[in-house]
């Protein structure tokens, strides 16, 4: 689960984050009473969308010569303008796709006067297994071409649980990032809590990009990108709270509805999958007969009639699909059980691409059984390269 900007900052705050004055809006009247509500007179009008790489994006509304979705504002006057040029726009940047996303709320901040830009994140570090401070001088919006052009200019601090964040840890940070002064002495006390903010809220990632020297020394919070962990949110009713359904993909919605592990991808081939190494192995076989697939969808171990035909709803919704792979190796999830849902399901909205399934493992003659006497235009696959040779030919056809 992903969060706004504004939401990010006011929650480290409440940990003690060093974060400027702001306000979100969400229409052009809010735009002077925000304003008027900070110090000034440099004004930050940033669009709310969960995406990076806002300051270099595009309106599509708005023509190629227009600003991006972050822009300075020397006025009350300008602050205003630039809500009205921005709310209700489509947002295109590297991370959004071509598609981009609708800018519906805005975060009108206090402007900062930056020494220097600085790079931080936590993440979970897999390769360790340990929470990692990633940091780096060379912060702001060209981070991704640090990392891809000069890596060495990166570094990870892994923590260790038992301990937390210690003094040699802030050293450590401290260094790699080159600050001194006000700064060096602000890092004690941001980067123990950074940390405790990211293990106290179960977030998967916390970053802090740019992490800004002011002129007068001292450190900034000036943006916040957080990634909460799914299975954790019930945990945290003030995070779940926060959710922008608006922000994220109706059908990924209805999936989390039934618990079903689904994504939505750019494809044309439907996914029904148990075990997430099997819907690997399902969409890598599909691109190598030269299709796409439309989505993840693992229905998990121990799933019921209805969750299956949940599951497959949601596939046919998605008007990109032109077939359907359903690929179930029954162990806990019985064959049967998964053709009763895939048949009540194209009984209950119809099929209208085709439709290949491959069952195997428990139950599996009683599932195909099924499946036959159905009357359903059902093509049944041997193995898993026969399902995707047959459903690859069925959209050729």
């Known amino acids: 689960m992903n969060i706004h900007e504004y939401q990010a900052k006011a929650l480290l705050k409440t940990f003690g984050a060093p974060v400027a004055e702001g306000v979100a809006i969400f229409s052009a009247e809010e735009a002077e009473a ?3 509500s900070l110090p000034g007179p440099l004004y930050v009008v940033k669009s709310q969308i969960h995406a990076g790489g806002r300051g270099k994006g ?3 509304e708005l023509g190629p010569d227009a600003k991006g979705g972050v822009r300075l504002a ?3 006057e300008e602050a205003k303008a630039h809500a009205k040029d921005m709310l209700g726009n489509t947002l295109v940047t590297a991370q959004t796709g071509e598609a981009g996303k609708q800018v519906n709320r805005l975060y009108i901040e206090d402007g900062a006067d930056i020494d220097r830009e600085l790079y931080c994140s936590l993440l979970v570090d897999r390769s360790v297994g340990r929470v990692a401070f990633v940091v780096s001088t060379e912060g702001g919006m060209d981070i991704e071409a640090v990392a891809h052009d000069t890596p060495e200019k990166i570094q990870t601090i892994a923590i260790d649980p038992e301990t937390g964040v210690t003094d040699a840890d802030v050293a450590a940070i ?3 990032l080159a600050l001194s002064g006000a700064a060096a002495e602000d890092a004690k006390s941001l980067f123990p809590l950074l940390y405790k903010a990211f293990n106290d809220k179960d ?10 020297v002011m002129k007068n020394g001292h450190l900034r919070v000036l943006d916040a990108k957080m990634s909460f962990d799914g299975n954790a949110v019930f945990r945290h009713d003030d995070v779940k709270a926060l959710r922008d359904e608006t922000e994220e993909d109706a059908k990924e919605i209805e999936a989390s509805k039934w618990d079903l592990a689904y994504v939505a991808l750019d494809g044309n081939i439907g996914c029904m999958v148990n075990g997430a190494g099997l819907a690997m192995a399902t969409m890598d076989i599909i691109k190598l007969y030269g299709k796409e697939p439309a989505n993840f969808c693992d229905v998990g171990g121990g799933a019921g009639k209805e969750k299956v035909a949940a599951a497959f709803k949601i596939i046919t919704a998605d008007p990109k699909v032109e077939g359907i792979l359903v690929n179930i190796f029954g162990g806990i999830m019985k064959c049967d059980v998964i053709a009763e849902g895939v048949v009540a399901a194209v009984q209950e909205v119809g099929l209208k691409v085709p439709l290949v399934v491959r069952l195997e493992g428990t139950n599996v003659e009683l599932g195909k059984k099924i499946l036959n006497e159905s009357g359903l235009a059902i093509t049944a696959a041997d193995d898993l390269d026969d399902a995707a040779k047959k459903i690859v030919a069925a959209i050729n056809a």
């Open 174 to 176: 401290t260094k790699a």
């Open 203 to 212: 977030m998967s990632l916390l970053e802090v990009n740019p992490l800004i």
């Open 74 to 76: 020397f006025s009350i």
């Open 34 to 36: 925000a304003a008027k």
């Open 58 to 60: 595009k309106f599509k």
